[in-house]
């Protein structure tokens, strides 16, 4: 079974700095994209930033110059690294892979359980 298990997050000030980082496992045949997406209650989920196997990363219009995201597909690791974090970017963050298993070989999204980022004074 694919899981997505994520670590970091947690509160900081403004201008100040986060590491997240998703580990995915399971019988995988391949990954296609990873990467991370956030939500805040009663808002849509939005993307962050992913990076594709061809590494190519994609960042969401609010988080350029500021995230860097870093992906290894060989290790299954994605690792987002927040700097100059605003208070607008608290929301829960979810680490997605779209993947190829062996139990569902068509592709398929696979999201972690989330973790909370605050960024307050």
């Known amino acids: 079974q694919v899981q997505l298990v994520e670590s970091g997050g947690g509160s900081v000030q403004p201008g100040g700095s986060l590491r997240l980082s998703c580990i995915v496992s399971g019988n995988i045949l391949n990954i296609n994209n990873m990467g991370w997406y956030r939500q805040d209650p009663g808002k849509q989920r939005e993307v962050v930033a992913y990076i594709t196997s061809d590494g190519i990363a994609n960042y969401g219009s609010s988080v350029k110059g500021r995230f860097s995201l870093a992906g290894d597909f060989a290790k299954k690791t994605v690792t987002l690294q927040m700097n100059s974090l605003k208070p607008e970017d608290t929301a829960t963050y979810y680490c997605?892979?779209?993947?190829?298993?062996?139990?569902?070989?068509?592709?398929?999204?696979?999201w972690g359980q989330g973790t909370q980022v605050t960024v307050s004074s």
């Open positions: 997605n892979a779209n993947l190829r298993s062996v139990e569902r070989p068509y592709g398929l999204d696979y």
